[in-house]
């Protein structure tokens, strides 16, 4: 097999295990700036203050929430922290009942974006309508998961975020990407698995990491 | 079958149906005979897959974005003034219950400020704990609940308190065996639900409460659906005790509907369950069940 020597194209497992650690603290939480990760994940066992457990809660789910207002709901720009708050807001009146936080943000989140266009545009909820039974559009763990790679694209080498990107979203060919990159059809090929396969490891290892 | 494991590029080849690299029908069959590589091979489809939403590069393209700061001190601040309310709910509270239920609203007249959510929330679980012992005086105590409700300010809050009201009031009236007006009460909880942001939520709620008064009633037929479409919304939301709650009336349902067999099935599958989340307390009650 040809070796691949692209320094912005993940050529080793050392790379990888190295950017997962540079990436990992921001996917649990931890990340500078971040003023503290999930109440479980404390020293102090006492029991956080509930605005506290809230305001975690907030930012620890926001990009989730972010994801469904804008990716499967297409709600405006504009008005996605509103959508986003308003689903907040009533996670904080119903703390109580809620079992499982990011499951029931999630569902709550789909439900408050449907509202929004029952509110603005009663013809466009009416075409969604379907959205109103559970399904897998509004599925924790599938969107979830998405939300983890869209966040690990972000934080990729350019190179291998572009290689991704033309291949899976612009639907490149082996061809077309060998023009695009100067190199071989084969390479190029190369290139695609390499960076799939990176993206596989740092997700399994940011999963592991919130076990 | 191959000696070999094969790698991540080859596994991905095989995915992309690309020939020119790989001899497919090895790895194919070497996949087919190997866990590791089966293993390995799905875990790259599912990662495949989601490169493959277009949404997750659109995703990828936008900032990273946090919640705006005031938006989450206002959400603190709300957390601060529920947690002030319940406070303040418990002590008039006690005060009510030195007097008759029939007072209760009276007594309140002159303390609009003591008129919140929280002591709507306060009455309503007092009433919850009654359903067993006094359906009755649980009833009196919800219609003290939502007399405060009409009195609130926020369109909103009236909507999702009565709602809630509404729903242990069908509760209350099917123990007191007025299944005409529980479902009547059902029907009002679902209309006040409809342009809330909990709605999905709760109409879980409104379902299973439908689907008992219906079971209630033996028109099992119709209560099947409901509890059904309850437990399904209720492990979307990630709500698996109320889920397995949801699921021992289903198994009733099948029961009585003689359909022994499923009915078997589910509470054996609830069961186990129940047994690991250690609630010895509903396994006996299934110890009690015929089969």
């Known amino acids: 097999m040809t070796a691949i020597h692209d320094p912005e194209v993940w050529d080793d497992r050392s790379q990888a295990a190295s950017m997962c650690l540079a990436i990992l603290p921001a996917l649990s939480g931890k990340a500078a700036g971040a003023s503290a990760g999930m109440a ?12 506290d457990a809230v305001a975690t809660a907030y930012r620890a789910h926001y990009s989730l929430l972010e994801y469904i207002a804008v990716q499967k709901f297409r709600v405006p720009d504009a008005d996605v922290r ?8 009533a996670f904080i009146r119903h703390r109580e009942r809620v079992y499982d936080e990011k499951a029931w943000l999630v569902g709550t989140m789909c439900n ?8 603005r545009a009663p013809d466009v909820a009416d075409r969604e ?18 939300v983890d790679v869209g966040t690990l694209l972000r934080r990729m080498p350019r190179r291998c975020r572009e290689v991704l990107r033309l291949r899976f979203f612009e639907e490149y060919s082996s061809s077309e990407m060998a023009v695009h990159f100067h190199t071989t059809t084969d390479y ?7 960076c799939v396969s990176a993206a596989r490891a740092l997700l399994q290892v940011s999963r592991r990491s919130r076990r | 079958m191959n000696g070999r494991h094969f790698e991540d590029w080859e596994l991905l080849a095989l995915l992309d149906e690309n020939e020119e690299a790989i001899d497919r029908s090895s790895v194919q069959a070497h996949v087919k005979g190997c866990h590791d590589c089966r293993m390995n091979l799905d875990s790259l489809r599912s990662v ?5 939403d277009h949404s997750v590069h659109e995703f990828a393209s936008r900032p990273a974005a946090r919640p705006d700061p005031a938006r989450l001190k206002e959400a603190r601040t709300l957390t601060r003034q529920m947690e002030q309310e319940d406070r303040d709910a418990e002590t008039t509270f006690r005060q009510m219950t030195a007097l008759p239920i029939d007072r209760w609203l009276p007594h309140l007249e002159t303390r609009s400020a003591s008129r919140t959510e929280g002591l709507i929330r ?12 006094d359906p009755g005086r649980a009833l009196d105590m919800l219609s003290v609940a939502a007399g405060i409700a009409n009195a609130l300010q926020d369109a909103f809050g009236i909507a999702n308190e009565r709602a809630t009201i509404a729903k242990e009031r069908a509760n209350a009236l099917r123990m007191l065996g007025r299944y005409r007006e529980a479902l009547d009460e059902l029907e009002w909880a679902e209309q006040f639900l409809n342009d809330l942001p909990t709605r999905i939520f709760d109409l879980a709620l409104v379902y299973w409460a439908r689907a008992t008064v219906l079971f209630s009633m033996t028109r099992y037929a119709e209560a099947l659906p409901l ?3 309850a437990t399904a919304i209720l492990r979307q939301f990630g709500d698996l005790p109320r889920a397995r709650q949801a699921g021992v009336l289903e198994a009733s349902i099948l029961l009585e509907m003689g359909e022994i067999d499923d009915a078997e099935s589910l509470f054996g599958a609830l069961a186990e369950a129940f047994k690991a989340t250690n609630d010895r307390e509903i396994v006996c009650t299934f110890a009690k069940q015929p089969g």
């Open chain 1, 40 to 51: 479980t994940d404390q020293l102090d066992v006492s029991p956080a203050p509930a605005e």
């Open chain 1, 82 to 89: 509103d959508v986003i708050h308003e689903t907040v807001v």
């Open chain 1, 112 to 119: 408050v974006s449907r509202l929004y266009w029952r509110r």
């Open chain 1, 129 to 146: 309508s379907g959205f109103d039974e559970p399904s897998g559009v509004c599925a924790a763990d599938e969107i979830s998961q998405r």
């Open chain 1, 188 to 194: 190029a090929r190369k290139m695609v698995y390499r």
């Open chain 2, 48 to 52: 495949h897959e989601i490169l493959a």
């Open chain 2, 122 to 133: 306060r009455v309503v679980r007092e009433a919850r704990a009654e359903f067993d012992r």
């Open chain 2, 227 to 229: 509890v059904r479409r």
